[in-house]
């Protein structure tokens, strides 16, 4: 069966949606029986980035099933769910219980995408989305790119998010004689599958899905970790430490490469070469 696809909503609506999407992430917080602090913590980082992410998908679209690979804590599988209205799926290298799953209905299963095909049948999904999971990878996404082209429907369509490797403050580092990475002190503490193993530029993204059966239909990249005005990010950063932040950012808006995120939206091909 051939996903298919609403037509983008008209212009008068698309206000009415971004307030709608607003609302529903700045909600996200009641979905949770993590610690208060954890929650908020892990909400404020992420929560412009899901804004992104939403404004891909369909909303209230019953009739889709989308799988989330590597949903972690849930917060962005729940938001998809209350998004789209449709069925959802979780998955990732462990399973914990958590009550937004269960109040949500949101079937959640065990996979280590790198070695493990996923547990569903061929051509099941609409959308697959791979939100900050490709950098966490310690061994190749070969496998995770091969499973999820198969569980797509033809004409699905695969949402893949990830940190930008060049950054301008990476590009900055570097000439400077400084290391990209956090010290070796942080990084080989942090846990195997926390931590970045291998981050991209848009060119590798790119190639590799082209070559695991995908076409590309939008990639853009996005300052996605905070909210950003025509003046700079949200907040007030006075000094001169705010100015060399207006300053930061000011440069990601007139290059977009220098900026943090990569978003990527490709289809599956109905044929492999």
């Keep these: 069966m051939q996903t298919r696809f609403r037509q983008m909503p008209k212009e008068k609506d698309i206000d009415k949606l971004k ?24 909400f404020n980082l ?11 998908l369909p909303p209230e679209h019953k009739k889709l099933k989308i ?11 729940v938001l998809i769910k209350k998004w789209c209205n449709c069925d959802v799926y979780g998955l990732d290298i462990e399973v914990e219980e958590r009550e937004h799953f ?9 996979c280590n995408v790198e070695k493990e095909n996923f547990p569903f049948r061929d051509s099941f999904f609409d959308y697959v989305i791979c ?12 496998q995770m790119l091969k499973e999820i082209h198969r569980v797509l429907k033809s004409g ?16 900055v580092r570097f000439m400077l004689g400084r290391n990209i990475y956090p010290p070796y002190s942080i990084h080989y503490k942090t846990p195997l599958h ?6 991209y530029v848009m060119a590798e993204v790119k190639q590799l899905l082209l070559e695991h059966g995908f076409v590309i239909n939008k990639a853009f990249y996005s300052n996605c970790f905070e909210k950003i005005t025509p003046i700079g990010p949200e ?5 001169v430490k705010g100015f060399r932040r207006r300053l930061y950012f000011l440069a990601t808006q007139l290059y977009p490469p220098f900026r943090a995120s990569m978003v990527i939206e490709a289809s599956k091909k109905d044929h492999l070469l």
């Design 102 to 110: 269960r109040s949500e209905k949101i079937p959640v299963k065990a």
């Design 194 to 199: 926390d931590r970045h193993n291998r981050e």
């Design 19 to 42: 307030i709608r999407r607003e609302a529903l992430v700045n909600s996200l917080p009641e979905y949770s029986d993590m610690a208060p602090e954890e929650r908020l913590s892990i």
């Design 131 to 142: 939100n900050e999971i490709i950098e966490h990878l310690t061994y190749s996404p070969f």
């Design 67 to 77: 799988l989330d690979v590597g949903c972690g804590q849930g917060f962005l599988t």
């Design 46 to 56: 992420h929560k412009y980035r899901y804004l992104e992410m939403l404004k891909l």
């Design 235 to 239: 907040g007030y950063f006075p000094g």
């Design 156 to 171: 699905g369509r695969l949402i893949l998010t990830t940190p930008n490797m060049a950054t301008l403050i990476k590009r």
